[in-house]
Structures are given as C-alpha cells and as structure tokens.
C-alpha cells in the first residue's frame, strides 16, 4: 500500500514548526530546505483569501527523480518512501530537474543530493516524521493514503505542478486554494 502525507490546509497557521523539525532532524546546511512552508494569497475584494501550504517529497508512486537518476542511487523502498544512497550519489543534479515538486537538493557540503525520506529510519522504529509531531495544530499525518480518503482530500491544487508522477499527498484544502490567480507572500 502507498504512504504518503496528508495536510489539512484548513487548520495551518502557517507556524513553520513543521520545517523547524525537518531542519533539526536532517541537520540541514543554511539554504537546504527539505520541507518549506509558503504562504498565498487569492481572490479579490470583497471576497480575498489566503492559505499556507507545507510541502515536502511526495513519495510519488511513478517517481521521476528516480527514473533519471544515472547511478541508481535514487530509489523507492518497499514500503514507498523515496530515498537516496549517498553513497552512490555523485551529484549531477538530474534528479532534482526531472522532479516537478523540486524535492531532491543539492547539499554543497557533500556534493550530493539529500531530499525527505519521510523520516524513514524514524519510521522504522514505529515513530512519525519529526514534521509531523511538531506540528501544533495536528494539520500533518503520514500514513497509507487510503486511510485518508474519508477526508475527501485532494493532490492538484493551482499552486501544484501536474501530479503525472503519482504523488502520495493528499491535501484537504481551503476554498482560496482552489483560485487560478494566486500570489505568493513572502512572510
């Protein structure tokens, strides 16, 4: 079954707690960023909006990062989680350019790529992405996606490239998440 991130759009504040655990738990240089949280605006008067969307790897079923890697160090876990072997990474920066999200960056440090693994070794001992419990709100979960279908989530959003790579995210989304013009705050 595929595992994936479910994101209640309708209750984020927006408080980046969840890409302050990301960067704490990978240790990630300055610049490195494997989960971000923006924030848009939509609508006009007199009825405007705004949203805040958290976003991360979406452990796509058909993973374009994957398919282009030259040295197979991109794969897909058994249980669905797309990683990388930095062991075998050299660097080239395909995967990064073929993935429509832009999950997979390039660590200067290492001169390789790192990306979200959804916290995969943390996984393994039973425990949730470290995005995911730092989350006040409780607007992150991971899980098999099926167990999110109750909630009538959606993956296309106009903010969101085409989702032909399969992603495993399901979004529940406020309604000016919907709007075609849209803008991006920087806060």
């Not at 167990?147 to 979004?171: C, R, W, Y």
């Amino acid at each position: 079954m595929a595992k994936g991130f479910y994101f209640d759009m309708t209750t984020c504040v927006g408080c980046k707690a969840c890409f302050i655990a990301c960067k704490d738990r990978n240790n990630t240089e300055t610049g490195v960023n494997f989960r971000t949280v923006k924030t848009y605006e939509a609508g006009a008067f007199p009825n405007p909006g705004f949203y805040h969307y958290s976003a991360s790897c979406n452990h796509c079923d058909k993973p374009a990062c994957v398919e282009v890697c030259p040295v197979g160090a991109m794969y897909k876990t058994e249980e669905g989680a797309v990683v990388v072997d930095q062991e075998l990474c050299v660097g080239c920066l395909s995967c990064s350019k073929a993935c429509p999200y832009k999950a997979p960056k390039f660590v200067k440090s290492i001169e390789k790529m790192g990306k979200c693994d959804s916290c995969y070794a943390q996984r393994q001992e039973g425990k949730n992405p470290a995005c995911v419990d730092a989350c006040m709100m409780r607007c992150l979960k991971f899980g098999e996606m099926k167990d999110f279908q109750g909630e009538k989530p959606v993956n296309e959003l106009p903010i969101l490239p085409s989702n032909e790579t399969k992603p495993n995210l399901a979004i529940k989304p406020k309604a000016a998440a919907t709007e075609e013009n849209f803008t991006e705050k920087h806060v």
